[in-house]
């Protein structure tokens, strides 16, 4: 049963997930959010109010989703429901060596939640084929809290409708993965969410994040100390793609304490759209036959240095033996150290 509140804007189930050599990526500001004076004066009054409830927080860039094209076979028989995908004429140059007579390509204008879903045909037998290229603008924390998590989303919706001819076009719409780990003996890995975040508290999820501009910064060799600074010339496509990728990896290992090690290759299954937050997209990764380590995870949502030490006291007394134990604690993105509220 699908959960009311989440639905899929790309499923590649079927064709057994897409590997990263077959995930390109479009960078343009083109593809950025759109805005006026009065709707930034808007989400600067409420990131200041929520900074002064929540001091913890932090502002950062991220990974705006606009669109997607999928290029297939044309004996794929890939299904486009409803009308949210048509014959794409104008292909780009990162399609055009895959393309021909031999290849059929879908589109998205945008990932609006009246769009319906880019289904995998069983019936492909060229899966490895395909490519999906992911049209990618910059946004950030702040334009997602006063846009998509702002009680004004339904508003900016329908005036994206009527300006722009896009619901989803002042939107900041940044680009979340979550991942499936499926263990050796086909257990599903879980993790409970914190309380105190805003979005589903205390329920069970997946692991999950963000791929991060400035991530992709540093591992190209330039220093960020002021995320506000980034922009497109800065990054790179396959440095994104690989951003994308390993990212899921390492919120893996953050979150519930898995090394990389015992991390085979992740593969894209799809594109999800959570509709308590507006439309929010997210790329859903599998990662199979993941063999657990020797580790035991232990949350505390809320927890003081009071009650740490008590249990480590606990820890003391008992009859394990552990080689190491690993403290963290701190909001959602482990590998940044901020926490964010999602």
Not at 26 to 50: F, G, V
Not at 264 to 288: C, D, K, M, Q, V
Not at 300 to 326: C, H, T, W
Request: proline residues 5%.
């Amino acid at each position: 049963m699908m959960d009311p509140e989440v639905s899929l804007l790309l499923h590649c189930g079927p064709w057994k997930g897409l590997r990263q050599p077959q995930v390109q990526v479009e960078l343009s500001e083109r593809y950025n959010r759109q805005t006026d004076p009065a709707l930034q004066d808007h989400i600067e009054r409420l990131w200041k109010e929520r900074i002064a409830k929540e001091p913890w927080i932090f502002n950062g860039a991220k990974f705006r989703l606009h669109s997607f094209l999928l290029a297939c076979p044309k004996n794929c028989n890939s299904v486009a429901t409803d009308e949210c995908n048509k014959n794409y004429k104008d292909n780009p140059a990162e399609l055009n060596s895959k393309q021909g007579d031999a290849f059929s390509v879908f589109s998205t204008d945008d990932c609006s939640q009246k769009r319906g879903t880019v289904l995998a045909s069983k019936r492909c037998q060229k899966q490895d084929e395909c490519i999906l290229l992911l049209r990618l603008g910059l946004t950030s924390y702040k334009d997602y809290l006063g846009t998509n998590w702002s009680g004004q989303a339904e508003e900016l919706c329908r005036r994206g409708e009527v300006e722009f001819g896009d619901p989803l076009s002042l939107l900041a719409q940044p680009l979340g993965v979550g991942t499936i780990v499926c263990t050796v003996d086909e257990q599903i890995v879980f993790i409970r969410r914190s309380q105190k975040v805003a979005e589903a508290s205390g329920l069970l999820d997946i692991p999950g994040g963000h791929p991060e501009p400035k991530v992709v910064c540093e591992n190209l060799g330039v220093k960020i100390c002021d995320e506000k600074i980034i922009s497109m010339v800065m990054l790179s496509p396959a440095a994104v793609v690989s951003e994308l990728f390993s990212s899921v990896c390492a919120e893996v290992r953050d979150e519930i304490n898995i090394p990389l090690k015992f991390l085979g290759e992740p593969l894209l299954i799809g594109i999800a759209l959570n509709h308590t937050s507006a439309g929010r997209p997210s790329a859903e990764f599998y990662i199979r036959d993941v063999e657990l380590p020797a580790a035991s995870v232990r949350c505390y949502p809320g927890a003081r240095m009071g009650d740490i030490e008590g249990n480590l006291r606990l820890l003391k007394q008992s009859r394990q033996r552990f080689r190491r134990v690993v403290i963290h604690a701190g909001g959602n993105d482990a590998r940044r150290r901020q926490s964010e509220v999602l």
